[in-house]
T-cell receptor, first 117, second 111 residues
Framework: GAVVSQHPSWVICKSGTSVKIECRSLDFQATTMFWYRQFPKQSLMLMATSNEGSKATYEQGVEKDKFLINHASLTLSTLTVTSAHPEDSSFYIC?????????????FGPGTRLTVT | QKEVEQNSGPLSVPEGAIASLNCTYSDRGSQSFFWYRQYSGKSPELIMSIYSNGDKEDGRFTAQLNKASQYVSLLIRDSQPSDSATYLCAVRGGGADGLTFGKGTHLIIQP
């Protein structure tokens, strides 16, 4: 089946620093990857759609200069949280779709728990 | 604004019984519908997808879609304690790739 990995699985950083999270599709090519954020006891909220070879599309209310997305290849997308603040502490989850195979299902990575102190 | 509504629960069901989870959505242009299971502290796991009206069965799971009523449901037969989790309903609109999630229903299967 479709496997998506994320790294790191958890990270603690100091306020004002930047953190990079990687999302990889391991056994398929993903022209499109998605980044979601989940606060405690809340549902997943789509942050942005990451397109290979082009700029990401951000959802309303998500700062594109704060959450930098780079989809450098068909198997890798990165999310960089710049100048992190405690309110950025959350569970960040990526997903990918095997669009080349024409599939509609999205498969999620294991998530990255970010804590900003 | 697209919305997906679910009863947050908790929904408590005896082991071996049928668990019924419901979801409504606001965007009539929605094309694809998904049920994910999420254990505490973990990422969502795809359970079922459904794209056309009617029922779709996969093992102990049956998804039902009624586009006219903008309603999606998930039935879990022979419920097991390991089915205890939060079940997320997700919808994808026509032309849009990202998913809109409901807040999830917390299901508890009582041994």
């Amino acid at each position: 089946g479709a496997v998506v990995s994320q790294h790191p699985s958890w990270v603690i950083c100091k306020s004002g620093t930047s953190v990079k999270i990687e999302c990889r599709s391991l056994d398929f090519q993903a022209t499109t990857m998605f980044w979601y954020r989940q606060f405690p006891k809340q549902s997943l909220m789509l942050m942005a759609t990451s397109n290979e070879g082009s700029k990401a599309t951000y959802e309303q209310g998500v700062e594109k200069d704060k959450f930098l997305i780079n989809h450098a290849s068909l198997t890798l997308s990165t999310l960089t949280v710049t100048s992190a603040h405690p309110e950025d502490s959350s569970f960040y989850i990526c997903s990918a779709r095997d669009a080349i195979a024409g599939e509609s299902e999205q498969y999620f990575g294991p998530g990255t728990r970010l804590t900003v102190t | 604004q697209k919305e997906v509504e679910q009863n947050s629960g908790p929904l408590s069901v005896p082991e071996g019984a049928i668990a019924s989870l419901n979801c409504t959505y606001s965007d009539r242009g929605s094309q694809s519908f998904f049920w994910y299971r999420q254990y505490s502290g973990k990422s969502p796991e795809l359970i079922m997808s459904i794209y056309s009206n009617g029922d779709k069965e996969d093992g102990r799971f049956t998804a039902q879609l009624n586009k006219a009523s903008q309603y999606v449901s998930l039935l879990i037969r022979d419920s097991q304690p390991s089915d205890s989790a939060t079940y997320l309903c997700a919808v994808r609109g026509g032309g849009a790739d990202g998913l809109t999630f409901g807040k999830g229903t917390h299901l508890i299967i009582q041994p």
